[in-house]
């Protein structure tokens, strides 16, 4: 694994690999709260005992095979309701770099933030925060499937299945952050209507009539897009409805 990357100004100056850690997001959590990490840091494990996927999964991964790393961030600039951004700059890191290695594959988010090529999942995202006052430190955890070859869910998938090709972790970890940290300097700059016109673009099922879950009973609705708060915005039967993370379930 590289040491540092060379083409981004604060991203991955400073890369921490461990062979194997229960979770890289509560690793470096604990160094942060041991102060031992700064803005950009970047920390990567070959395995993990615990992965931590989203709404309390676990993210299973072969041990040597995948990227499995957590970004140290302290955006001072980003207000508490505004942290989904974050989640949505990490997906659009996803996407791009997926089509720099495959240009012409179907590349999408699935809200929030699950990147998804050719319908199957990638590469998934979890922003841990801690918040006292204001947003103290976030901590960005990125799986992204490299070359595993057999997943035990038929629908994920990885950079090897896809092109049959092998790649450098290293060099796709490097790519990424080139990818993040513009992203996040859009941010910081203000550019918020742009990155979120690039998320609607991106983003599955939109404009399409699909199958939803919430509450425990299915219906038709169709994707228009997200809110000012990250919350899902469907049609439903000509009403507009909007939906927090663990209010809904996308079924098919
Ligand atoms: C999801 O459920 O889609 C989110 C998966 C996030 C997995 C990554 S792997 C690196 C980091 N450490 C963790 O424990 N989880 C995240």
Redesign the pocket.
């Known amino acids: 694994m590289h040491k540092n990357f060379a083409n981004t100004r604060f991203l991955g100056k400073t890369i921490t690999s461990l062979p194997e850690c ?5 690793f ?1 959590a604990q160094l942060a709260a041991k102060e031992q990490v700064a803005h950009g840091d970047i920390l990567t ?1 070959e395995f ?1 005992s ?6 309390g ?1 676990t ?1 299973m ?1 072969e041990k040597g095979k995948n ?4 970004i140290y961030l302290k955006p001072s600039f980003l207000k508490v309701k505004d942290i989904f951004l974050l989640n949505i700059i990490a997906g659009l890191a996803g996407t791009q770099l997926i089509n720099q290695i495959i240009p012409g594959a179907e590349c999408e988010l699935k809200w929030p ?2 990147v998804y090529v050719n319908g199957k ?1 990638i ?4 922003i841990e925060t801690s918040i006292s006052k204001q947003l103290d430190f976030v ?1 960005a ?4 499937n490299v070359n595993q070859s057999h997943f035990a869910l038929p629908t994920a998938t990885s950079l090897k299945i896809e092109t049959g090709k092998a790649y450098d972790l290293g060099g796709v970890l490097e790519s990424y952050a080139e990818f993040f940290e513009n992203y996040y300097i859009m941010l910081e700059q203000g550019q918020r209507s742009h990155i979120l016109r690039l998320y609607h673009d991106r983003m599955m099922w939109r404009g399409e009539t699909h199958t939803y879950r919430s509450n425990g009973s299915e219906f038709e609705a169709v994707l228009i897009g997200i809110n000012e708060s990250g919350n899902l915005v469907l049609n439903c039967n000509g009403a507009s409805k909007q939906f927090r993370t663990k209010e809904v379930e996308f079924v098919s």
């Open positions: 229960h979770s890289t997001n509560d470096m494990a993990q615990k992965g931590k996927g989203q709404r999964n993210w991964s990227l499995l790393f957590s933030n699950d999942k590469s998934g995202i979890l901590v955890g990125i799986g992204f």
